[in-house]
């Protein structure tokens, strides 16, 4: 028995710990990704239109709608699954 002092948890094992007292983290965290990436495109087809005067409306809707389709099989996920 070594009967030293015990060590406080590491940084890792803490954000574990806050992780697991969080309901619904996996959901925040997709609609903050969707969101974010969604953001990131939409100035990026803004970019893409002030240099080159190109419409990027079509890119601009695969993405956007490829990321609304990851939050409405969320949505469905939540709906669906309460009793």
Not at 56 to 63: C, T
């Amino acid at each position: 028995m070594s009967g030293g002092k015990r060590k406080a948890p590491g940084p890792i094992a803490r954000l574990r710990a806050w992780a697991q007292t969080v309901p619904h983290l996996f959901g925040k965290l997709v609609v903050l990704w969707c969101v974010g990436w969604g953001t990131a495109f939409s100035f990026y087809a803004l970019r893409i239109m002030s240099r080159t005067g190109n419409d990027a409306a079509g890119l601009l809707g695969v993405i956007l709608a490829f990321l609304g389709g990851e939050l409405l099989i969320l949505c469905l996920k939540k709906i669906l699954g309460e009793k």
